[in-house]
């Protein structure tokens, strides 16, 4: 689904893959639920939308809509530095296992989720239809650039 900003309609969709220090299989167990909480309070404070989320036992897939504003390194830095933060401060037994500050592991994986051509091309004819109806331009003072 389309969203919108101002003058701006978007739809910015990313797969990204992010690992505990040392692929640690820690994810799974007591601590699944409080990670999932963190996650998503953070997407949410930043205006990210999680499609789809899926806590693995030494990883994390998420399916997220991050605003055109905010680049995926951004988002990434925040989302990673802020979590650990807050992972350590209510489980401060992990702070011995992973040194603080240090529970995500240096990089992560990311891919774009694209449109279809189907839908880009009615995008854009819809909008060729919302300017002509704006500029108030007959069909003959319209010409198609791209035609011809």
Not at 3 to 17: F, P, Q, V
Not at 25 to 36: A, C, F, G, Q, T
Not at 64 to 74: D, F, L, R, T
Not at 134 to 146: A, C, G, T, V
Request: with cysteine; proline share 3%.
């Amino acid at each position: 689904m389309d969203k919108s900003l101002a003058h701006t309609r978007w739809m910015c969709k990313y797969h990204i893959i992010f690992t505990p220090k040392f692929r640690r299989k820690i994810i799974y167990n007591k601590y699944k639920e409080s990670i999932k909480d963190i996650l998503k309070d953070l997407c949410k404070y930043k205006g990210v939308e999680i499609i789809e989320g899926h806590l693995m036992p030494d990883h994390i897939h998420m399916l997220v809509s991050i605003p055109p504003k905010m680049s995926v390194a951004s988002f990434m830095g925040y989302l990673k530095g802020k979590s650990a933060l807050m992972i350590f401060e209510r489980h401060a037994n992990l702070k011995y296992k992973f040194g603080n500050r240090h529970f995500w592991s240096e990089g992560y994986y990311v891919s774009t989720v694209g449109l279809n051509e189907a839908t880009i091309k009615k995008y854009i004819q819809d909008q060729e239809k919302e300017d002509q109806m704006r500029d108030k331009l007959s069909i003959k003072e319209y010409e198609n650039p791209f035609q011809g």
